[in-house]
């Protein structure tokens, strides 16, 4: 479960104050798959950010029930100097689940094969990203936060990405920020406007895609 209660992001930049997200109330019940819609900039990772805990709401509350992930795609949260298979070990150790179970899982999921046991700092930054997505899924979040992660690596693994995500959210609830909509009609059941009047709800997943898409047409008017 997710709620947001009056939640607004702001940014202060170049001594203007920028609004990304603004008064947004919105209960995500368990078990339902979120897309993230909007052009970039729009706030998709910051509402993403908040929801991890990794960036404050300027106003309003954020209340989430149950463990939630790190936003996957995001790797800031390894250590460069460690190998894939040393941060997998210390974050299994982090979130308390079973060591090696993690590391087979994650071995045998990302595809590394020697890299798995070198340094971070020598990955590619799509090496990185399956190393995030591997780690995230082979621990059984409440609440997996998605962006934009299985648009890495060859189609056969974006298509075992697919199917181990749907696998995961028919017990979790799922926010995934994405540029496909293919993707977003694929893995999600409701989705998340974000545009320059605000952010709208929408229960059709179609729906939704097309009023993102007026809204980007706008833009290159």
Request: aromatic letters at 8%; charged letters at 20%; proline letters at 2%.
């Amino acid at each position: 479960m997710i709620e947001f209660h009056n939640v607004t992001k702001q940014f202060v930049t170049n001594g203007k104050i920028k609004t990304v997200i603004s008064d947004l109330n919105l209960s995500l019940p368990g078990r339902r798959s979120l897309g993230l819609l909007g052009r970039n900039g729009a706030g998709k990772s910051t509402l993403l950010n908040m929801i991890a805990g990794t960036s404050e709401p300027t106003y309003g509350q954020i209340v989430t029930e149950g463990l939630v992930s790190w936003p996957v795609g995001f790797a800031g949260s390894f250590h460069p100097d460690l190998t894939g298979l040393q941060n997998c070990r210390f974050i299994s150790r982090i979130y308390g689940v079973d060591t090696d179970g993690l590391v087979e899982f994650v071995e045998d999921f990302a595809g590394l094969k020697e890299h798995f046991r070198m340094p971070l700092r020598s990955y590619s930054s799509g090496m990185k990203s399956r190393l995030a997505f591997a780690v995230s899924m082979g621990i059984e979040f409440d609440i997996y936060l998605v962006d934009e992660i299985t648009a890495v690596g060859d189609a056969a693994f974006r298509e075992s990405s697919d199917r181990l995500f749907q696998a995961r959210t028919q017990s979790s609830s799922a926010v995934v920020c994405s540029h496909s909509m293919d993707q977003v009609k694929r893995l999600c059941d409701c989705a998340l406007v974000l545009g320059d009047d605000g952010a709208q709800f929408f229960e059709s997943v179609d729906e939704a895609i097309q009023v993102h898409k007026h809204n980007m047409a706008q833009l290159v008017r």
